[in-house]
Every structure is written in structure tokens, then in C-alpha cells.
């Protein structure tokens, strides 16, 4: 089942074109990892998932994009934001507590039963492999939470308004290796109930999760297989040069 399909899709930021012809599908419960070098396009063509793009100065489309089967700028960009949850490379918890970070998207979707709120709540700290360090103080700062704590508890509150999609963007970029390990672990759980998109600048983070790997440059889609053989037996020498550290 395809989530996402992309056809001959051109992306101009201004006068930059960011993208140039991408055509590619996104396939229902994968991990779809993006990797390349920086300014290849990547973050842009994730922010285009969720038409997060459109919202800065000049921005200009061509091609199709389809989410379901329906373009995506014919929906409601709120509706899309809430089936198309993004986690971004810097934790931004608000500041409240870790229950009202996680509840604060249910009650803007109109959620006010406490009992409602705190079931939400619990589950998704635990998707976010998060809740067995904190259910003890969930009425304490999320500013009190470590790096890799404030991530996942993004994570909990992305998953808390029940998306379709998870769009990750370098989201452990400045984590630990163990916290990096728990975010990764969550990310493979989280597959079999939504769709995950991951932009990553490590070509190992992409090898340990991804199921299907595309390599990015210079804004064009130079290729995309199952990981394990894009690894192992890439299709072009580019791909093969970025993965084994040759540039980027």
C-alpha cells in the first residue's frame, strides 16, 4: 500500500530550485530512510510531506504529490499537519509539564475528559519508549528532562494526536548513543503502526533502521533500493563514494 506517491515533483525556495523532478513512492508501515550531503535537498522535499514548505516566501510546485491518493495541497493544511506528525533535529518541549506537553495536542483537538487525556498520555510516552522514566513525574518541567528524554517526549507528543506518518528530521543529531539507541528502538516499534519518514546525515543510523534508503544530491533523487542492498551493492558509483565517506 502506498502512503505517498511523487511524481516528476520540482521544488523552487525563492529563485533556489531545491528539488528537481523527484519520482518516488512511499510505501504504508516502512522506514523510509534520506540520506546525502548537505543542501542535496533532503529536509525540503521531508518539509514537503506535510506542506510545510509552502509557509516561507516563494515557494513554487510543480509535479504531483499524492497523500492516499489525493493531492495534498487540495487538503486542509491542518488536517494534513495532524496525519503528518514531523520531529524535528532540536527538541522544542513547551513549557509545561511532561503530562500537558504530551496532552497538548489532544486537547487542541477538543480532548477533555482527564481519563481520555491521561490513557493518550500513557501511551504514547510508552511508543515513545519514554514512560517508565518519567510516569512518576509527569508533573514535573519537561525542561528537566535530559537531551535524549526531551526528543522522545516529542516524539510522545507528535504520537499523541494519532498520525498516519512520522516524519523524522535528523532527530538524533544531538543525542548519545544511548539515547540515539532508544530512539532508534522506539522507530522500528513505531513502523507497524505508522508510516516513518527519517532524514539522517549518519549513513550507519540509516543502515541499522532503514527498510528502503534514497540518496539525495544536489536536489535530485540519484537512487532509491531496499537498504541492505543499497549498502552493499549500490546501483551508482555517487552512492557508493557518499556512503563510504568519499564526500559529504
Known amino acids: 500500500m502506498v502512503t505517498f506517491d511523487i511524481q516528476k515533483l520540482s521544488v523552487w525556495l525563492g529563485s533556489t530550485q531545491a528539488l528537481k523532478n523527484i519520482s518516488m ?20 522535499f521531508l518539509r514537503m510531506l506535510n506542506r510545510l514548505n509552502e509557509l516561507g516566501p516563494r515557494f513554487r510546485r510543480e509535479g504531483a504529490l499524492l497523500f492516499d491518493g489525493t493531492d495534498i495541497a487540495a487538503l486542509d493544511a491542518q488536517i494534513v499537519r495532524k496525519k503528518i506528525g514531523m520531529v524535528f533535529a532540536l527538541p522544542l518541549p513547551l513549557p509545561l509539564s511532561i503530562f500537558d506537553n504530551v496532552a497538548y495536542g489532544a486537547r487542541m483537538h477538543g480532548v477533555r475528559n482527564q481519563k481520555q487525556l491521561r ?45 498516519e506518518v512520522i516524519l523524522f528530521d535528523e532527530p538524533c543529531s544531538g543525542l548519545d548513543p544511548i539515547s540515539t539507541a532508544k530512539v532508534e528502538d522506539a522507530m522500528v516499534k513505531l ?37 541492505d542492498k543499497m549498502f552493499t551493492a549500490p546501483q551508482y558509483r555517487r552512492t557508493e563514494d557518499y556512503i563510504r565517506g568519499k564526500f559529504g
Not at 25 to 44: C, F, M, R, W
Not at 123 to 134: F, G, K
Not at 204 to 224: H, N
Open 191 to 227: 513502523k507497524q503502526r505508522y508510516t516513518i519518514v527519517l532524514v539522517t546525515n549518519n549513513v550507519k543510523q540509516a543502515a541499522r533502521v532503514g527498510d528502503r534508503t534514497a540518496f539525495f544530491l544536489s536536489g535530485e533523487l540519484i537512487e532509491l533500493d531496499k537498504t
Open 25 to 44: 513512492q512511499v510505501q504504508a508501515h516502512e522506514i523510509l530512510t534520506i540520506i546525502g550531503p548537505s543542501n542535496s535537498g533532503k529536509t525540503t
Open 119 to 163: 490513557a493518550i498520555v500513557e501511551r504514547s510516552l510508552q511508543e515513545a519508549y519514554l514512560w517508565d522514566e518519567v510516569k512518576d513525574r509527569l508533573d514535573t518541567s519537561a525542561f528537566k528532562l535530559s537531551g535524549g528524554q526531551q526528543q522522545r517526549l516529542c516524539i510522545a507528543r507528535t504520537l499523541a494526536v494519532e498520525p
